[in-house]
């Protein structure tokens, strides 16, 4: 059983479109990371989020923590092809380690 | 600053053969933690190590395990193989144990296949 549950798993859109990918549990957290990994590399942290309800914004991506802090989005606007890469969500509880969502595989065509 | 270096990058190994994966942590990083990376699993959390010690182990069986030196350069080992270990394993450090806000500084993963 997944603690983190991302969807959609797989995406693929036009170039220009705006799309949101969710992260969901019923478990609450203390902080919530977004990752983006790219073929042959490894994750890069892209946000960390603490508050409930906070939302942060990284040029065209916008984040957000759900009120009760199980829940996270990613919207992006206006994707662009080099958007394209694995999505994953990370929850933090305290000492504990990170639990990563399986990932949503995004595909931005030209 | 150099970044996170897990060695090999790739390996092919058969079923019952053992292996050792390496990975050398950000410099002043002392905490290094081991995932198994799947597409059916995603991301699954194998280990921790902070000044030599385990600190945090996921619900992986005993075949798995792991070390990490003085210099913070750790290793992970897995014996016995099966056809289900292969995976990416990817290696992060950061600079303190534990913490949930901490960034992950991630290796570029060492891909292992099992025939």
């Known amino acids: 059983t997944q603690l983190l549950e991302q969807s959609p798993q797989f995406l693929s859109i036009q170039e220009g479109e705006n799309l949101t990918v969710y992260c969901n549990s019923s478990?609450?957290?203390?902080?919530l990371q977004w990752y983006r990994q790219e073929p042959g590399e490894g994750p890069v942290l892209l946000v960390t989020?603490?508050?409930?309800?906070e939302v942060k914004k990284l040029k065209r991506l916008t984040f957000q923590f759900g009120d009760a802090r199980k829940d996270s989005s990613l919207h992006i606007t206006a994707a662009q092809p080099g958007d394209t890469g694995l999505y994953l969500c990370a929850g933090g509880r305290g000492a504990q380690k990170l639990v990563f969502g399986q990932g949503t595989r995004l595909t931005i065509n030209p | 600053k150099a970044g996170v270096t897990q060695t090999p990058r790739y390996l092919i190994k058969t079923r019952g053969q053992q292996v050792t994966l390496s990975c050398s942590p950000i410099?002043?990083?002392?905490?290094v933690s081991w995932y198994q990376q799947t597409p059916g699993q995603g991301l699954q959390f194998l280990f921790e190590y902070f000044s030599e010690t385990q600190r945090n182990k996921g619900n992986f069986p005993g075949r798995f395990s792991g070390r990490q030196f003085s210099n913070s350069r750790s290793e992970m080992n897995v014996s016995t193989l099966e056809l289900g270990d292969s995976a990416l394993y990817l290696c992060?450090?950061?600079?303190?144990?534990?913490?949930?806000?901490?960034?992950?500084?991630f290796g570029e993963g060492s891909r292992l296949t099992v025939l």
């Open positions: 410099s002043g990083h002392r905490s």
């Open positions: 478990s609450v957290f203390s902080s």
């Open positions: 989020v603490v508050t409930g309800g």
């Open positions: 992060a450090s950061t600079r303190l144990a534990g913490g949930d806000t901490g960034e992950l500084f």
